[in-house]
C-alpha cells in the first residue's frame, strides 16, 4: 500500500490508528533527542552555530570533565539540541569518520521511553548494534542509551532520561559563555532527510517500515522531481506519532549529475542531506540568519512570476517573501514557507532547510521543478542553456 499522504493515511482501510499503533507498540519515540554532528574542530564549528543560527551554549564534555579521548560542545535553541564532536588523538572511529566524510552527521538521538527494549525490538527485527544498552549516571541521575546502524555510517541512538536532572548527559557539565548572540527563532526539526545510493531507497525504506515500526507517507519519482538536469527519487518515513520523519533519497539519471549523487561522491556514501528546522516566523528567521553570514540558495526572481497562480492565496505579501529569496509550495492540507542553506561545510555535501509550515504536511515537492525551471528560464535569457 502507498500512502500519498496523512489524509490518505486516516482514509485507508487499515485506518491510521492501525497502522501506527503497531509502530508505538514495539518502539514509541517521544522525539528528536540530540544531533550529534564528527567535525574537525568543535571549538569553532560551535562558534559558527551560535553565531550564524542563534544556538545557545548548553553543555561542554572533554579534559576539563575528566573524558580524554575528544570534546563535545552542546548548542541547543527551543527544542533543538546539537552535538559538536571532535577526537583530541589519532587513529580511532571518529578520526576515521571525519577522514573519510568530512563534517558530517553521525547520530539522529532518538527519546525513547525504554532505551533497553528499543535496542531489543530494533535489532530482533534485523538493525546491526551500534551500542548496547548502557546505563550511565551521576550526581543527577542516569539515563540509558543503546544504539543501531542506519544508512552508511549513521546511526541511532536511542535515549531513555526520565530518571535524569543534569544538563543533557552524564559526563556533561554546564557550558558558561560570555558570548551568547539572540536565537533567531528556530524552534525544534521538522524532519531528516538521508540520501543514499543507486538503487537504495527501497532497501532503507523496508529497514524503516520493518525495524522501525514506520509509515511511508509520501513518494516521489523522477517524473516529479526532474528537469532536463537533474533528477531524484524519495519517500518519506514517518513513525506513529509524526513527530520523526525521515525522507529517504536516491539519485536518478539525469542529463548531468543529480545532486544526490554529488553528495554521494563527496561523502563516499549514504549520509544525512539536510537537516530541517522549523520555525514560526519564517522572515525574520530568514533576516536574521543571512544578517549573521548565513548563505542560502539562489532564487530567481522568475521563480516569483507565476507564483500565485501555482499555490493560491497566501497570507504573506509575495514581495516580501521575494525578497528574502523564500519558496512556497501548496498540498491538500495548505501551504508551507521553505529555503534551503548552501552546504554549511567544505564538502558540498550536509545543509540546512528553514521551513514554516501554513497546514501543509509535505515536503516542498512543487519547489523543486519550479526551481530548476526558474534557473532554466534565466539561463535560457542569458543564452547559456
Ligand atoms: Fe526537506
Not at 532518538?110 to 527485527?125: Q, S
Not at 555510517?153 to 559563555?177: A, D, Q
Not at 501554513?358 to 515537492?365: D, E, P, R, V
Amino acid at each position: 500500500m502507498e500512502i500519498k499522504n496523512l489524509k490518505d493515511l486516516k482514509n485507508t482501510e487499515y485506518g491510521i490508528e492501525k497502522i501506527f499503533d503497531e509502530a508505538e507498540d514495539f518502539l514509541p519515540l517521544l522525539g528528536t533527542d540530540y544531533v550529534e554532528l564528527y567535525v574537525g574542530n568543535a571549538k569553532q564549528s560551535a562558534h559558527f552555530y551560535k553565531t550564524a543560527f542563534g544556538f545557545q551554549s548548553e553543555a561542554y564534555a572533554g579534559l576539563e570533565t575528566g573524558v580524554k579521548d575528544r570534546v563535545s560542545y552542546v548548542l541547543k535553541q527551543d527544542k533543538i539540541r546539537l552535538v559538536l564532536t571532535t577526537p583530541l588523538d589519532e587513529g580511532g572511529p571518529i578520526n576515521e569518520h571525519i577522514n573519510k566524510h568530512g563534517d558530517g552527521v553521525k547520530v539522529v538521538a532518538l527519546w525513547v521511553p525504554d532505551a533497553k527494549k528499543a535496542w531489543e525490538e530494533t535489532t530482533k527485527r534485523g538493525a546491526k548494534s551500534f551500542m548496547e544498552p548502557t546505563r550511565e549516571e551521576d550526581e543527577n541521575g542516569h539515563v540509558v542509551r543503546s544504539g543501531i546502524y542506519t544508512y552508511g555510517e549513521t546511526v541511532h541512538i536511542f535515549v531513555e532520561r526520565n530518571e535524569y536532572k543534569g544538563i543533557f548527559l552524564p559526563g556533561f557539565k554546564k557550558w558558561e559563555s560570555h558570548y551568547n548572540p539572540e536565537p533567531v527563532g528556530l524552534k525544534f526539526i521538522d524532519h531528516m532527510v538521508g540520501n543514499v545510493d543507486w538503487g537504495e531507497m527501497n532497501k532503507w525504506v523496508e529497514f524503516y517500515a520493518k525495524v522501525m515500526g514506520f509509515a511511508q507517507i509520501i513518494s516521489f519519482d523522477d517524473k516529479d522531481i526532474s528537469t532536463d538536469y537533474t533528477a531524484l527519487m524519495s519517500k518519506v518515513m514517518s513513525n506513529g506519532n509524526g513527530r520523526i520523519k525521515f525522507p529517504i533519497n536516491e539519485p536518478a539519471e539525469g542529463k548531468k549529475k543529480s545532486q544526490i549523487e554529488e553528495y554521494i561522491d563527496f561523502y563516499n556514501g549514504a549520509g544525512v542531506q539536510h537537516i530541517a528546522v522549523a520555525t514560526n516566523d519564517i522572515v525574520s528567521t530568514v533576516s536574521a540568519m543571512r544578517d549573521r553570514g548565513v548563505e542560502f540558495l539562489y532564487v530567481p526572481d522568475t521563480y516569483y512570476d507565476d507564483i500565485l497562480t501555482r499555490v493560491g492565496e497566501i497570507d504573506e505579501d509575495v514581495e516580501v517573501l521575494k525578497e528574502h529569496g523564500i519558496l512556497i509550495d501548496r498540498d491538500d492540507e495548505g501551504y508551507l514557507l521553505q529555503l534551503f542553506t548552501k552546504p554549511v561545510v567544505d564538502r558540498p555535501t550536509m545543509f540546512f532547510e528553514i521551513i514554516q509550515r501554513k497546514g501543509a504536511q509535505s515536503f516542498g515537492k512543487g519547489n523543486f521543478k519550479a526551481l530548476f525551471e526558474a534557473i532554466e528560464r534565466e539561463q535560457g535569457n542569458r543564452g547559456t542553456l
